[in-house]
């Protein structure tokens, strides 16, 4: 009995030891520096020294209050970059994951000839750098660029893309009667109310052009990263099923509607949540093309956190601002699952994949969110 | 399973100590910015590490050259390093507790790093103090103390591309002395493709219509905040004006990224912009032929800003005792000039004038705008709240500038409530920090 613990004690130790580098590393580089920004929110350390050392003060919720409750301009550009990064997962998430499954499935047709090439070419922009590729946009979209410049073939005049402010939703709103367009005052009622310093007209500006720019880039750049998850989950789809459902006389619609897509669920539950953090957490395109501008259109929350805490010398705000938005992805990733989990009700096979999934992915999303500053 | 619970807590535990004691071990921050060099001095030659933001390559060698006299002298050696960000890079420094020891630093940062006791106020240990302009002593004093020594200074005048301002018909004395007459020549400039004013869409170029028109942003003392006023108004409404009429556009409008650009590319016959615009035509554009004159005057008077920048020495500084030295170098007519030549802005001492004035004739307008000029605001905690109203400038065609400027108003308030709702200082509500006066004269 007593030897028989011993050997599981060393067993145990010696797990550790060969753990050890890994736990090491990951706390020294993910937990301590999610711990360290945490403390910063809560004290009111000025970026001089050490955070830790003596004569920085511990405030309590004074930072997250000043940040949510104060009228100021902390506050309003807080929400301003809320509702920027909101259109913009509103629109990056579900074209991305759509462009994702039609490439992966065109990709996955047998008959297709120069498949490897394709492949490659799809995914190339997911590993080259970010930087690089939006410093190509921006040539691409100056007003006298390549972009315009096909415009122009057609008869249409182009806006100046990166400078133009302009809500795409305010425009359209101008257009049927509401308001009087991006650049005049909203009706009455919008412009009387506001939430976190911010007109409700001014919640539903859309996204700026600019920011379109931005959502165009992120989208030709992330299909093809995560073409390659649809392409592995396809490619696990048992070529049985597919028999079957032609033996009993589906059409090629009914087989991805009943058979493709439902089988493929793990792998949108991962695109999905992996998309929704990214998206949220958006910071090296706004910092190479735009920062922020024009007119705080491009403004985002781990931007602002960034540019509160390094140029403004404003830590506490900048970290709790950090903090606000990893509540935000983790709400989201919680509604995200719910309603995956909910179509999964009625029992299927692969119910337990996909909640084992929803943990590593919800792990990940914890992980993933802390150091944005 | 109970005991792998308390062996991982207690691994984690122990990770997190070690990286927290990494994280606390610098030492040697908590020490108060004094008058004095807080190090002890050390001993024999010291390698001083200066950080400099540069336009490139060229600015970094001039800055070597400069320095190597000192470097011979003293025995020293000076590493002079080229920021990509500035802003960041000294961020990381004064965390760390391992900045460089000498800094450029703009007036716009300045108060934000003197604010935090990064900067060590070492101006009053200079001998050449009452030769630096008034003014510019004043744009670097922080709660009463005189922080660093003044580099250099620009101020901004209106740049014309002479081919385009001959082709439509104007002659040399044709330069604009008031706002009626900046409106006409404009016009005749603007030409197909061509905009008779291209402006930066920032408070650093639209202010000089407001401060043309007898306001600003704060009173002279920076205490109090003046943006709604009707003279600000004015200055907004005349801009919005030369903007509606077609013959004025924002840089990005001519698909340019500043004023330089657009002139250098013949999209603007005019543009305003500070002595930086020298060597960027010098380098991009050499056969632009172009002039600076004046800024024409508003309602009020004449009106134009100033910008500059100073050598920061930091607080955390080991090399404190060498680093003033090499500025009290820095701030001999000799280095000056050499450098003010090299990145063609103007000393920042007046012992150097004369020479500056000989040197560069073809400068008048700018050294001329330096008697009138309009320093930048330095109060902390005003940055975000300019660069929020750079944002609203950009509605400018459309939207109201009083909306503007109210909206402006309104933050800048918040600031200063802010600052006395949660002093920095600790304790309850206690005065502002004594605001230093603006530029009042210059030469």
């Known amino acids: 009995m007593r030897r028989r613990d011993s050997a599981r004690a060393g067993e145990a130790r010696s797990g550790w030891l060969f753990v050890s580098p890994v736990v090491i590393v990951l706390g020294l580089f993910l937990v301590a520096p999610i711990v360290i920004a945490f403390w910063v929110s809560v004290s009111d350390w000025n970026g001089r020294g050490s955070p830790l050392s003596s004569s920085v003060n511990f405030v309590g919720g004074q930072n997250y209050q000043q940040l949510l409750t104060e009228d100021t301009l902390t506050r309003s550009d807080f929400a301003t970059s809320l509702r920027n990064n909101f259109y913009y997962v509103l629109l990056v998430v579900p074209i991305q994951t759509v462009l994702a499954l039609a490439l992966a499935l065109l990709l996955n047709q047998r008959r297709l000839k120069g498949l490897s090439f394709f492949r490659t070419a799809y995914y190339f922009p997911s590993v080259t750098s970010s930087v690089a590729i939006a410093s190509v946009f921006l040539f691409l979209f100056a007003g006298g660029g390549s972009v315009n410049a096909l415009l122009a073939i057609f008869g249409i005049d182009g806006p100046q893309w990166f400078a133009d402010p302009r809500g795409v939703l305010h425009m359209a709103l101008g257009a049927v009667g509401i308001g009087s367009g991006a650049q005049g005052p909203g009706p009455e009622f919008m412009t009387s109310h506001d939430f976190l310093g911010l007109t409700w007209w001014d919640w539903v500006a859309g996204p700026s052009v600019a920011m379109l720019t931005i959502i165009a880039l992120v989208i030709w750049v992330s299909a093809g990263g995560y073409m390659l998850l649809f392409l592995a989950g396809l490619q696990n789809i048992s070529s049985d099923v597919y028999e079957a459902a032609s033996i009993d006389g589906a059409t090629h619609w009914r087989t991805m509607r009943s058979i493709t897509v439902p089988l493929l669920r793990p792998t949108l539950f991962t695109v999905l949540t992996l998309g929704l953090i990214g998206t949220w957490q958006v910071f090296d395109q706004v910092y190479v093309m735009s920062k922020g501008n024009p007119g705080k259109t491009t403004l985002t929350p781990a931007f602002l956190s960034y540019d509160q805490s390094i140029n403004n010398g404003e830590w506490g705000t900048g970290t709790a601002m950090s903090f606000v938005l990893f509540g935000i992805i983790i709400a989201f990733t919680a509604v995200q699952s719910r309603i995956l989990r909910d179509k999964d009700a009625d029992g299927r096979g692969f119910l337990g994949r996909v909640r084992g999934v929803q943990l590593a992915t919800q792990q990940s999303s914890t992980s993933t969110t802390g150091p944005t500053t | ?443």
């Open chain 2, 1 to 443: 399973m109970s005991r792998k619970t308390t062996t991982a807590a207690a691994l984690a535990c122990l990770t997190l100590v070690l990286a927290l004691a990494a994280c606390g071990g610098g030492g040697g921050f908590d020490e108060g910015a004094t008058n004095g060099p807080t190090q002890p001095p050390a001993s024999g030659p010291v390698t001083i590490k200066f950080m400099i933001t540069s336009g490139g390559p060229a600015d970094v060698k001039l800055q070597q050259d400069t320095v190597k006299a000192w470097e011979t002298k003293t025995g020293n050696k000076v590493e002079v390093i080229a920021a990509s960000d500035m802003n960041q890079q000294l961020t990381q420094g004064f965390a760390a507790g391992s900045p460089p020891d000498l800094f450029f630093t703009d007036a716009n940062v300045f108060p934000t790093y003197a604010k935090a006791g990064n900067m060590l106020p070492y101006g009053d240990q200079l001998d050449m103090k009452s030769d630096f302009y008034e003014g510019l002593v004043k744009t670097f004093t922080y709660d009463g103390k005189f922080y660093c020594a003044p580099k250099d200074f620009s101020t901004l005048a209106l740049i014309i591309n002479m081919d385009l301002w001959t082709k439509a018909g104007l002659q040399v004395g044709d330069a604009p002395k008031t706002w009626a007459q900046l409106e006409t020549v404009a016009q005749k400039l603007t030409s197909n493709g061509v905009k008779g004013l291209v402006i930066g869409d920032t408070r650093d170029r639209v202010g000089a219509f407001m401060k043309q028109a007898g306001g600003w942003i704060v009173s002279s003392d920076q205490t109090k905040m003046t943006a709604d006023t009707p003279t600000n108004l004015a200055g907004l409404k005349e801009v919005q004006k030369l903007l509606a009429s077609g013959s004025t556009s924002f840089p990005k409008g001519v698909d340019s990224g500043w004023g330089g650009e657009a002139i250098g590319k013949g999209k603007a016959a005019m543009t305003i912009e500070g002595n930086w615009i020298k060597g960027a035509i010098k380098n991009d554009y050499p056969n632009l032929k172009w002039q600076a004159v004046e800024l024409p005057s508003g309602p009020a008077a004449k009106g134009t800003l100033s910008f500059t920048q100073c050598y920061g020495v930091a607080s955390a500084s080991k090399n404190q005792a060498a680093a003033i030295d090499l500025v009290k170098y820095l701030s001999t007519p000799e280095p000056a000039m050499a450098l003010a030549t090299g990145l063609g802005v103007m000393p920042s001492i007046k012992s150097a004038a004369a020479a500056y004035k000989g040197a560069f004739p073809n400068d008048a307008a700018f050294l001329a705008g330096a008697e009138y000029a309009q320093g930048p605001v330095t109060v902390a905690g005003m940055d975000p709240v300019l660069k929020d109203f750079d944002a609203q400038l950009l509605g400018l065609p459309g939207a109201d500038p009083k909306a503007m400027l109210a909206r402006l108003l309104k933050s800048v308030v918040a600031v200063l409530e802010l600052a006395l709702a949660h002093p920095p200082w600790g304790g309850g509500a206690a005065p502002l920090p004594a605001a230093p006066p603006l530029l009042p004269q210059l030469l």
